[in-house]
């Protein structure tokens, strides 16, 4: 026969639960040293953010207006050379018109009877473009502004995501990139006191494109609408040599797959090797094919590394950039960026703070001072209120804290003041359970039952108030996470967990105790 319906796989079960969260728990208190000689699984501790640490607080702004501006460049050369691909002829060619911050394009054509094409060739170009064409000729393309909202949204996307991999690049730990607002970046770098280095590397767009070079243009000196004289660096930084390039992009960056700096074991050479994934290698291998003989050029930032010549297809998406490096760290650097992807727009710091050690640690500290404060108080309210069932209840308070840390470690959670303040609430609410079994036990003793069956009432009929209750704070959480940033979520996430660990402590730990309590000392009325 079972007591409260403990069978022994139950027992071990719970026993083992708490075994297990004494284990992982662990390695948040012992020393690096210690915790280094730990096995690999066991080595995951709760990581401290960046108020609890110290460190370096960015706010980035993420230049859509340059992005905007240059779609419209790239709009403009399309429209451009599909016409004259096509030999629609134009009185007024095409060109951007701007008024309150909504862009146009505006061009005439000569014959009207090619106005169907015209339009046919716009749309093959974006479907989003709206399109009308006056009775005299002239054809208005309208960006859609939901187009250009979806656009916007994925730059800052592809932003967090290209911070986050040149980030991890530096070898910075548990940093937190979030959005602010429609194109604010945070972020924060915990144990960075000097954050210029990231600031170099973030501030770099990295922007890599093969454009062909205006061989015409550049002979005679004389660029057209469909061209531009970039700086032509090659290592030097005063940009006194022009080149001519094609505004048209070849090859854009973006199709790039790796790159790595590499020097040639024969000539001791510097360089970085690239390889393309399946879209960019096919490209490559066609514009080297279409342009044998002819110069190209690998543009990063607007600036021309390098003008070699297309001696031959190259097939296999792989290629190199020689000369212009003066050290393999140079090289180095460079590979980094390319490989961590081409930032979409241009970063600009618009704040920036650091956070010192020193009051991160009077942080852990108040933090640690009110958790203990809490605790002590809501065990001593426990024993006064319920004798030995109180303790019963701190001793499951315990394993609940017990099973939080050792929950966000194997999460690797990184813990923030709100998450402090989480864990602090966590203490009052994990006793909520046991208060309403512990007075529904009351009140069965108070009718005249039996200690024993009015210990299985209070477990058995307070079940369903401990669940509706701790289901809509977990809600609440849920609502938090989903719709909150970095602090707000670590909140959600404390009280989440420390809220689903006290449905176990509460309502198993505390019931395995009575029991052996019950069992060893054959009561016949309860101190409670």
Partial sequence: MTLFGFSNTRKIAVLAACALGIVFCVPNVVKDDLKAKLPSWLQSTVSLGLDLRGGSHLQLEVDLKAVNAEFLSTLLSD????????????????????????????????????????LDLIKKIDPSLSTQISPEGQVTITINPIATQERSKKIIEQSIEVIRRRIDETGTSEPTILRQGDDRIIVQLPGVEDPQEVKKRLGQTAKMTFNMVDSGAQNTGHVSADSSMLSYVRGEEDGSRKIAVRNHVSVSGEHLLDAQATTDHETGEIGVSLSFNNVGARKFAEISANNIGKQFAIVLDGKVLTAPVFRSAIPNGKASITGGFSSIKEANDLAILLRAGSLPAPLKVVEERTVGPSLGADSIQDGRNATVIAFLMVSVFMILGYSLFGVFANVALIFNMILLFAGLSLLQATLTLPGIAGIAMTIGMAVDANVLIYERIKEELRLGTPALAAIEAGYDRAMTTIIDSNLTTMIAAATLYEFGSGPIRGFAVTTALGITVSMFTALSVTKLLTAWWFKNKQVESLPI
Wanted: glycine share 0%; net charge positive; hydrophobic share 25%.
């Fill in 79 to 118: 429209v451009r050379t599909s016409l004259r691909k096509e030999h629609i002829k134009y009185k007024t060619p095409p060109h951007v018109e701007d008024r309150d911050n909504n862009p146009k394009l505006l061009f005439t054509i000569t014959d009207l009877s090619q106005s169907n094409k015209a």
